[in-house]
């Protein structure tokens, strides 16, 4: 792994990064390297946090999967059963299984983003919201909205963020690195993201779709702002150390320390396909979970977790108890093999390990 990791940098240009590793509840692969902050000439080190963007989303699911645990919500229920503001323009059978695997037919806020860091407003505004007409919308990816509304349904149900409670609840038992919003006594630690020029265009929209405001060039002044550590976007807004990641995805396998919050049983409903089709936006093969992507690839075929925009890859292959997170601070898009070399190794050396 460290040969891998290395080779990232001096074949194809890694500016800074992490990668780390459980299996069967143990770090087994914890590597740093390359510089933080391209400006400072900060270098990247043990402790260095890391925004994930949509690595973020399995997190939240976790959260969601906890409420279903406690008998306090199922993903068969409509949504408007806990936020009655919801059902308003013809939403009020959409379902939170529906809303996990992006088949909400709300990709984008029909009054903008003015208000982008601003829950309540978002939320406000999704609520009035009718589902978008097209029926290609109906297994779109929610890049940032999703967020929106499973963090208000948290916030329905049991009175806390989803923030506090995965802190609460999962960061602060496990002991992990990991944050939905950051603390701002922890923002010096954070990488700098970088996207070199060319690389955030307007993307592939279409009469279908909208641009998503985070992904869009100029989009780094965002990333990199107090306001957006601080705002604790659910769906884009974790923050965590690589070792962290891993650790979190390993206590999905089975128990880290001693500790394991979602049973077992959870997990397999969490992983459990609820949706597998073609991204209209992207024309790629998709499938999800109760928010967690599944394999449509190669790799383990019961792999689950989620990625992050620009590269970051987080999840867990429990038929090899291996759980992993990459995270790096220079975004691409489009092929990427820095994220691929570096599975592949892991793929390579987990078989060995169960032989």
């Given at each position: 792994?460290?040969?891998?990791?290395?080779?990232?940098?001096t074949?194809?240009?890694?500016?800074?990064a992490?990668?780390?590793?459980?299996h069967?509840?143990?770090?087994?692969v914890d590597?740093?390297?390359?510089?933080?902050?391209?400006e400072?000439?900060?270098?990247?080190?043990?402790?260095?946090i890391?925004?994930?963007?949509?690595?973020?989303k399995?997190?939240?699911?976790?959260?969601?999967?906890?409420?279903?645990?406690?008998?306090?919500?199922?993903?068969?229920?409509?949504?408007?059963?806990?936020?009655?503001?919801?059902g308003?323009?013809?939403?009020?059978?959409?379902?939170?299984?529906?809303?996990l695997s992006?088949?909400?037919?709300?990709?984008?806020?029909?009054?903008?983003?003015?208000?982008?860091?601003?829950?309540?407003?978002m939320?406000?505004?999704?609520?009035?919201?009718?589902?978008a007409?097209?029926?290609?919308?109906?297994?779109?990816?929610?890049?940032?909205?999703w967020?929106?509304?499973?963090?208000?349904?948290?916030?329905?149900?049991?009175?806390?963020?989803?923030?506090?409670?995965?802190?609460?609840?999962?960061?602060?038992p496990l002991?992990?690195?990991?944050?939905i919003?950051?603390?701002?006594?922890?923002?010096?630690?954070?990488?700098?993201m970088v996207a070199?020029?060319?690389?955030?265009?307007?993307?592939p929209?279409?009469?279908?779709n909208?641009p998503?405001?985070?992904?869009?060039?100029?989009s780094?002044?965002?990333w990199?702002?107090?306001?957006?550590?601080?705002?604790g976007l659910a769906a884009?807004?974790?923050?965590?150390?690589?070792?962290?990641?891993?650790?979190?995805y390993?206590?999905?396998?089975g128990e880290?320390?001693g500790?394991r919050v979602?049973?077992?049983?959870?997990?397999e409903?969490?992983?459990?396909?609820i949706?597998r089709?073609?991204e209209?936006t992207w024309?790629?093969?998709m499938?999800y979970?109760?928010g967690?992507?599944l394999?449509?690839?190669?790799?383990?075929?019961?792999?689950?977790?989620?990625?992050?925009?620009?590269?970051?890859?987080?999840?867990?292959?429990?038929?090899?108890?291996?759980?992993?997170?990459?995270?790096?601070?220079?975004?691409?898009?489009?092929?990427?093999?820095?994220?691929?070399?570096?599975?592949?190794a892991?793929s390579?050396?987990?078989?060995?390990?169960?032989?």
């Amino acid at each position: 792994m460290a040969e891998a990791f290395e080779r990232n940098f001096t074949e194809r240009g890694e500016l800074g990064a992490a990668f780390a590793a459980y299996h069967r509840g143990r770090l087994v692969v914890d590597l740093w390297g390359g510089t933080a902050d391209p400006e400072t000439g900060r270098a990247w080190d043990r402790d260095t946090i890391h925004l994930m963007f949509s690595g973020t989303k399995g997190l939240t699911s976790a959260c969601i999967l906890l409420l279903v645990q406690r008998g306090q919500v199922s993903l068969d229920d409509p949504l408007s059963r806990y936020w009655p503001e919801f059902g308003a323009e013809g939403k009020e059978s959409i379902t939170i299984a529906e809303v996990l695997s992006h088949q909400a037919r709300l990709p984008w806020v029909d009054a903008g983003y003015a208000d982008l860091l601003e829950h309540d407003a978002m939320a406000a505004h999704l609520a009035a919201q009718a589902p978008a007409s097209d029926p290609r919308a109906g297994f779109m990816y929610h890049p940032v909205t999703w967020g929106w509304l499973l963090d208000e349904l948290v916030r329905r149900v049991d009175g806390r963020t989803v923030g506090r409670f995965f802190a609460d609840e999962f960061a602060v038992p496990l002991g992990l690195e990991v944050w939905i919003g950051l603390p701002e006594e922890l923002h010096w630690r954070v990488a700098t993201m970088v996207a070199p020029d060319g690389v955030l265009v307007d993307g592939p929209w279409t009469e279908l779709n909208r641009p998503n405001p985070l992904w869009v060039p100029g989009s780094e002044k965002i990333w990199n702002s107090a306001e957006y550590r601080n705002a604790g976007l659910a769906a884009v807004g974790g923050y965590a150390t690589a070792r962290g990641m891993a650790r979190f995805y390993a206590s999905l396998l089975g128990e880290v320390d001693g500790v394991r919050v979602l049973t077992p049983e959870t997990v397999e409903l969490g992983r459990h396909e609820i949706r597998r089709g073609v991204e209209p936006t992207w024309g790629s093969p998709m499938a999800y979970g109760a928010g967690f992507e599944l394999q449509t690839g190669d790799g383990p075929a019961d792999a689950f977790g989620h990625p992050g925009a620009g590269g970051s890859r987080h999840g867990a292959w429990p038929s090899r108890e291996t759980a992993y997170s990459y995270l790096m601070n220079e975004v691409r898009v489009g092929p990427d093999d820095r994220p691929l070399t570096l599975l592949d190794a892991l793929s390579r050396g987990s078989r060995a390990t169960d032989r």
